[in-house]
């Protein structure tokens, strides 16, 4: 164990701090040059796997900031890799606060995938959660302030569970550590913190928040989010819950129901954000089934999808930066002015559909494979199924009501779209070469898998026959149902409808009934506790003047009388009776001590 | 470039299709007597010819109608649905 090393989320921290400081013309050389710096920090860490940076925190409790090994590697070289791209696409961004928040955020995530134990997962946790909520609040769009606050309140509701299940599991074995959860021996703690992990990566019915934000996030923000929180939670399961056969089935009902809704949706971020559900799916089933095969599966399809889910939502934020419109029914035929994002957008769709030569054909498959070998059978085919939906939706469906088909843009519209700046080209272009490096020269990615002796062939004969006959019998398929498919002015009703509307029941009660009794009570306190109030202040006066004051007063005078009378008996200005009188008195008390 | 090519192919919609109707035999064809069917996981893609294009075909339709009905059984509603 060595404690000297140089945490990669710190430079991102440090580098986020000095942002303001920095000015033009250094402000884009410095904002591209600390997630360079921040990859080199990850390339170096993953270099030597170890334990680093462990503290004694309150002589108690034995912190560790950074464990490496193959697991976390992986996941910290595609998360510093994104960070590279995200900021690059955001370059033209003036206002230095979203930097800021990106920078948190991927700090945030490259944290929990390092952490060794619950305390520092829980800190990177939370920095996400926060950091990221901003990145939806400085969308300057109608409803992205209420987006914003329904994302921090039920990533808030997340990391309480987390807390209260590592908090319990503390308790009941007194190790805070972040390692395999035991199937066989399960506990509410491990619900608790599955729950809360879960949460992060989206799975039912803890998933609403996804397409919620990711839609109203800046075009910049949404790039980032993309990539980091539901990936993260992908490690986190991977790392606490492998082989929990509860997340299989969850995984695949994700799978499923996160591409029915993108079939459904006509605003293009939600769609793909619907997407994200989907393909988390894969991943999630993929932790649950648990062999070696599976969770290199997991690993190499979460990779992957940062890449050509980055690669989605930066052309659809291309899109929406040129023409300002999010919505399918005011979208349409833009290829000829959006020649370079349609190309890129069409790279993403065909990688997430698994095209041979592409990154989602190399990871994807793995996962499916392990389902079959596994002898989940259903498992296997449903998964294959929503491979077919991911091609209608990503591939098909997304870039046809982008650019082809009849223009639904309005003249504005249509004369405002153009390709993007040329940071944005650059971004795109480097998360396309990624997809197509992924898809072609195997050992990039496969060699960064946590199973190194588990051997996977995706250019089979067999696997290329089974996926050119998905892609092109959906591809006709599609030519004759896509009116079916066609964009509707609509939204469609999920789960959160039950948050949004018990958060208008709080709202009512809190008008209605509990204003009402508020004034209920008011009023009561007006008419009989402050009237009553006064009779008693009133009784208390006179009782204090009459009652009180008269006997002070009375007893004064008694006194007073008593002296009167005294010095009339004692004192009448004869000094021998006086003198008489004291010697006595002197005498009395000494004779009493004496005898007493 | 790419305007160019797309404006090609939308200029000959029927080669396309031509193009569309050939591939698809082609690769049947492939599929049944080149591919390699030993290694598959289950009996029907070992013994049912075509049977990822067939398992497509359904799942699309599956898909596709699902969505429609899951859509208008109620929870597509109008945009301003949480506005009021």
């Known amino acids: 164990m060595t404690t000297s090393f140089l945490h990669p989320a710190l430079l991102l921290i440090v580098g986020a701090v000095l942002l303001p400081l920095v000015r033009e013309p250094f402000r884009k050389l410095y904002l591209c040059s600390v997630p360079i710096a921040t990859f080199v920090a990850v390339l170096a860490l993953n270099w030597q796997p170890g334990v680093y940076g462990e503290v004694v925190f309150m002589d108690r409790w034995t912190l560790t900031f950074a464990r490496v090994d193959n697991l976390s590697s992986i996941f910290g070289f595609i998360m510093g890799l994104m960070a590279i791209i995200g900021t690059i696409y955001g370059l033209h961004v003036k206002d230095n606060w979203q930097h800021l928040a990106s920078w948190f955020y991927v700090a945030g995530s490259l944290g929990v995938i390092y952490a060794g134990d619950y305390l520092v997962l829980f800190l990177f946790w939370e920095m996400m959660a926060f950091a990221s909520t901003f990145l939806v609040w400085f969308n300057k769009e109608e409803g992205a302030l209420a987006a914003g606050y329904r994302y921090l309140l039920v990533h808030t509701f997340g990391g309480v569970l987390l807390l209260l299940g590592f908090v319990l599991r503390y308790q009941a074995t007194g190790d805070i550590s972040f390692a395999l959860l035991n199937e066989q021996d399960t506990h509410l703690f491990t619900w608790l913190i599955m729950a809360g992990l879960m949460l992060n990566a989206a799975v039912p019915p803890l998933h609403s928040w996804l397409p919620d934000a990711y839609s109203k996030a800046t075009v910049t923000g949404a790039v980032f989010m993309c990539a980091f929180t539901t990936k993260t939670a992908v490690y986190t399961l991977a790392r606490a819950f492998a082989g929990f056969d509860i997340l299989i089935v969850l995984g695949v009902?994700?799978?499923?129901?996160?591409?029915?809704?993108?079939?459904?949706?006509?605003?293009?971020?939600?769609?793909?954000?619907?997407?994200?559900?989907?393909?988390?799916?894969?991943?999630?089933?993929?932790?649950?089934?648990?062999?070696?095969?599976?969770?290199?599966?997991?690993?190499?399809?979460?990779?992957?999808?940062?890449?050509?889910?980055?690669?989605?939502?930066?052309?659809?934020?291309?899109?929406?930066?040129?023409?300002?419109?999010?919505?399918?029914?005011?979208?349409?035929?833009?290829?000829?002015?959006?020649?370079?994002?349609?190309?890129?957008?069409?790279?993403?769709?065909?990688?997430?559909?698994?095209?041979?030569?592409?990154?989602?054909?190399?990871?994807?498959?793995?996962?499916?494979?392990?389902?079959?070998?596994?002898?989940?059978?259903?498992?296997?085919?449903?998964?294959?199924?929503?491979?077919?939906?991911?091609?209608?939706?990503?591939?098909?469906?997304?870039?046809?009501?982008?650019?082809?088909?009849?223009?639904?843009?309005?003249?504005?519209?249509?004369?405002?779209?153009?390709?993007?700046?040329?940071?944005?080209?650059?971004?795109?272009?480097?998360?396309?070469?990624?997809?197509?490096?992924?898809?072609?020269?195997?050992?990039?990615?496969?060699?960064?898998?946590?199973?190194?002796?588990?051997?996977?062939?995706?250019?089979?004969?067999?696997?290329?026959?089974?996926?050119?006959?998905?892609?092109?019998?959906?591809?006709?398929?599609?030519?004759?149902?896509?009116?079916?498919?066609?964009?509707?002015?609509?939204?469609?009703?999920?789960?959160?409808?039950?948050?949004?509307?018990?958060?208008?029941?709080?709202?009512?009660?809190?008008?209605?009934?509990?204003?009402?009794?508020?004034?209920?009570?008011?009023?009561?306190?007006?008419?009989?506790?402050?009237?009553?109030?006064?009779?008693?202040?009133?009784?208390?006066?006179?009782?204090?003047?009459?009652?009180?004051?008269?006997?002070?007063?009375?007893?004064?005078?008694?006194?007073?009388?008593?002296?009167?009378?005294?010095?009339?008996?004692?004192?009448?200005?004869?000094?021998?009776?006086?003198?008489?009188?004291?010697?006595?008195?002197?005498?009395?008390?000494?004779?009493?001590?004496?005898?007493? | 470039m790419i305007v160019q090519l797309i404006d090609f192919l939308k200029a000959r919609p029927k080669a396309v299709k031509t193009a569309a109707t050939i591939a698809l035999p082609v690769l049947l064809v492939w599929s049944v007597t080149g591919v390699d069917t030993s290694h598959a996981h289950t009996w029907a893609e070992r013994y049912i010819p075509g049977f990822w294009a067939l398992f497509t075909l359904l799942a699309c339709l599956v898909l596709v109608f699902f969505a429609r009905w899951f859509g208008k059984s109620g929870i597509m509603t109008r945009e301003d649905y949480y506005d009021d």
Not at chain 1, 359 to 383: D, P, Y
Not at chain 1, 491 to 513: Q, T, V
């Open chain 1, 253 to 596: 009902i994700m799978a499923i129901y996160g591409i029915v809704y993108a079939l459904m949706e006509n605003d293009i971020r939600r769609l793909l954000g619907w997407e994200i559900v989907s393909q988390v799916g894969y991943m999630v089933a993929g932790v649950g089934i648990g062999t070696a095969l599976a969770i290199n599966g997991t690993c190499a399809h979460a990779f992957a999808h940062i890449l050509y889910k980055g690669l989605l939502f930066m052309a659809a934020g291309a899109v929406i930066h040129s023409t300002g419109v999010c919505r399918f029914t005011e979208l349409g035929g833009l290829y000829k002015k959006m020649p370079n994002t349609m190309a890129f957008m069409i790279i993403g769709g065909i990688s997430v559909s698994a095209f041979p030569l592409f990154s989602g054909f190399v990871s994807k498959a793995m996962i499916v494979a392990a389902s079959f070998e596994a002898h989940l059978l259903w498992a296997g085919f449903l998964l294959s199924m929503v491979s077919v939906g991911t091609f209608l939706v990503a591939g098909l469906r997304l870039p046809y009501l982008v650019f082809f088909g009849e223009s639904r843009c309005s003249e504005e519209t249509m004369s405002r779209a153009s390709d993007p700046p040329w940071n944005m080209h650059l971004a795109m272009l480097v998360a396309a070469f990624f997809c197509f490096l992924v898809g072609t020269y195997m050992p990039f990615l496969y060699d960064m898998l946590p199973y190194r002796d588990t051997t996977f062939h995706p250019y089979t004969s067999y696997h290329l026959s089974e996926t050119l006959q998905i892609l092109v019998v959906t591809a006709i398929a599609f030519v004759f149902l896509k009116d079916r498919l066609a964009a509707r002015p609509t939204i469609s009703l999920d789960l959160d409808w039950f948050y949004r509307y018990g958060g208008r029941l709080f709202l009512w009660l809190a008008e209605r009934p509990l204003q009402w009794l508020d004034t209920a009570w008011g009023a009561a306190y007006r008419v009989v506790g402050l009237y009553g109030l006064m009779v008693t202040a009133r009784f208390w006066a006179w009782f204090d003047w009459h009652g009180i004051d008269g006997l002070v007063d009375g007893s004064a005078l008694c006194v007073r009388a008593i002296g009167r009378r005294l010095a009339l008996v004692l004192q009448r200005g004869h000094i021998q009776q006086t003198i008489y009188y004291a010697v006595t008195f002197a005498a009395i008390i000494l004779i009493a001590y004496v005898c007493l």
